[in-house]
């Protein structure tokens, strides 16, 4: 079977309802970035950070279902080795039905405890004082440990861009999918793939990118049918 590794940012969720980043009407236009995703911003007001990301987490499970493009690149499984590799924090690409997906920034249903980084907990969880989807600075795990958003913070290294960098390498396809290219080391993936792939962009405003690269100018649904047209056409 073909490897399909498909490298998906916000633009992917944009349909869903999901904000992306930087365009206009994006999180960080009503945030300040360095107070909601920065080590030094949790560190300065973690009640802030807790607030933010429950919301977001609300939001996320009342609100937001997987959109067309996450459902086509989940069914593009019964053909090929699909492993997508998200900068999303949200869960849609599972909830679509994807079965191999590795977060490069973490995970929105996920807290950690501040102590011990390798103690994850998926929301709602037992194992915590607060048995929602709600976390705050009071919570505490079975240990007595506080916890923190399952999130890449800037200032923080990203710990599964080795497995990412190795996904990009296999590539037999390389897709990228609604990102601005612009927070590394996620934006350097392309860098690892190996000459003569083929590579695909889908994006309405797609950045300058390489000239072997087939950039298909249309949001993330549209994109993907026309994606699964043209991989069908190889
Ligand atoms: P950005 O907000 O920087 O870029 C979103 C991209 O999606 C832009 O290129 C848009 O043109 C594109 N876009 C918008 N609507 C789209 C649609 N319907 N279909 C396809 N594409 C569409 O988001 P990212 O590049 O994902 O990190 O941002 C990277 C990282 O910056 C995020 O993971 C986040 C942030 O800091 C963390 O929180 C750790």
């Known amino acids: 079977m073909k ?3 498909v490298s ?14 930087r365009d206009a009407g994006g ?10 995703a920065s080590d030094t911003g949790f560190a300065r007001n973690p009640e802030l950070i807790h607030r933010f990301y429950n919301n977001m987490r609300k939001k996320l499970t009342e609100q937001i279902k997987p959109n067309a493009a996450h459902l086509g690149l989940a069914a593009l499984e019964s053909d090929y080795d699909v492993r997508i590799i998200t900068q999303n924090v949200d869960n849609l690409h599972e909830r679509a039905g994807s079965t191999k997906v590795l977060h490069l920034h973490g995970e929105l249903m996920k807290v950690r405890s501040v102590n011990h980084p390798e103690r994850v907990y998926e ?6 004082t607060d048995k929602g989807l709600e976390t705050s600075i009071r919570t505490r795990d079975q240990y007595g ?10 200032g923080e290294a990203v710990p599964n861009f080795e497995q990412a960098a190795l996904l990009a390498r296999e590539a037999d396809v390389f897709v990228i999918i609604g990102t601005s290219l612009v927070v590394y080391p996620a934006a350097g993936l392309l860098s690892y793939v190996r000459s003569g792939v083929p590579v695909y962009y ?3 405003k797609p950045v300058a990118v390489p000239s072997f690269v087939n950039v298909i100018a249309e949001p993330a649904t549209r994109g993907v049918a026309e994606l699964a047209r043209q991989l069908r056409g190889m």
Do not use: Q
């Not at 999180?27 to 909601?36: A, C, I, Q, T």
């Not at 929301?123 to 915590?128: M, Y």
């Open 3 to 5: 490897k399909i590794v």
């Open 8 to 21: 998906t940012g916000a633009g992917v969720s944009a349909e869903s309802g999901m904000p992306t980043y």
């Open 27 to 36: 999180l960080w236009e009503n945030y300040p970035v360095m107070e909601v």
């Open 123 to 128: 929301l709602p969880c037992d194992e915590l």
């Open 145 to 154: 440990d506080g916890v923190r958003p399952h999130i890449v913070f800037f």
């Open 202 to 204: 889908i994006d309405p």
